[in-house]
């Protein structure tokens, strides 16, 4: 991928982030093959080239998102009025009536998974096998919090090349649907 495949991508410093991101892929690509690091390195090098690799689809479907979607809702609850205890079932949990409204979420809300699964089942522009890439790519990004288990998330080469793969995919699909 050259520089000039992204000029659509009209937001300049946006552009200039992913070619940035996209460089930094290639550039720990390189450092990850050299068989003289560490096994627990070339891993770690492996998590965040995923982590670029998802931090570039979620951009450039925000980017795709911002240029042409119909507005992603999500549902709010108003007029929230709690039932009689007469009516309530002993729970803890209390019985309510409330007025539910949809309204557009906000930029900060429409993080990757949000926007995968609009451009999945409401848009239909990414098909299944590329939303399977991606949901690998965040999954290992997820991994990053500390706190977080990577139990059972093994970040191989095969997965680091799945997500750079749907960089490829997300970029071509995002240029195509403009």
């Given at each position: 991928?050259?520089p000039t495949?992204?000029?659509?991508?009209?937001?300049?410093?946006l552009?200039?982030?992913?070619?940035?991101a996209?460089?930094?892929?290639?550039g720990?690509?390189?450092?990850?093959k050299?068989?003289?690091?560490?096994?627990e390195?070339?891993k770690?090098?492996?998590?965040?080239?995923?982590?670029?690799?998802?931090?570039?689809?979620?951009?450039?479907?925000?980017f795709?998102?911002?240029?042409?979607?119909?507005p992603?809702?999500?549902?709010?609850?108003?007029?929230?009025h709690?039932l009689p205890?007469?009516?309530?079932?002993?729970?803890?949990?209390k019985l309510?009536?409330?007025?539910?409204?949809?309204?557009?979420?906000?930029?900060r809300?429409?993080?990757?998974?949000?926007?995968?699964?609009?451009?999945?089942?409401?848009?239909k522009?990414?098909?299944?096998?590329?939303?399977?890439k991606?949901?690998?790519?965040?999954?290992?990004?997820?991994t990053?919090h500390?706190?977080k288990?990577?139990?059972?998330l093994?970040?191989?080469a095969?997965v680091?090349?799945l997500?750079?793969?749907a960089?490829?995919?997300?970029?071509?699909?995002?240029?195509?649907?403009?």
């Open positions: 991928m050259q495949d992204l000029l659509f991508i009209s937001d300049i410093p552009r200039k982030k992913i070619i940035n996209i460089d930094t892929i290639s720990l690509y390189l450092i990850e050299d068989t003289n690091y560490p096994r390195l070339s770690e090098i492996r998590r965040t080239i995923v982590l670029y690799a998802a931090s570039i689809i979620e951009a450039s479907l925000l795709l998102y911002k240029r042409k979607a119909s992603i809702l999500k549902t709010e609850y108003a007029d929230v709690t205890l007469s009516l309530q079932n002993g729970s803890q949990n309510v009536i409330a007025r539910q409204v949809q309204s557009p979420r906000d930029e809300e429409l993080m990757l998974d949000v926007l995968l699964k609009f451009y999945t089942s409401k848009e522009i990414i098909p299944k096998s590329l939303a399977e991606i949901i690998k790519a965040k999954d290992i990004r997820n990053f500390l706190s288990s990577r139990s059972g093994v970040v191989s095969k680091m090349q997500s750079t793969d960089v490829y995919e997300t970029i071509v699909i995002v240029k195509n649907s403009l």
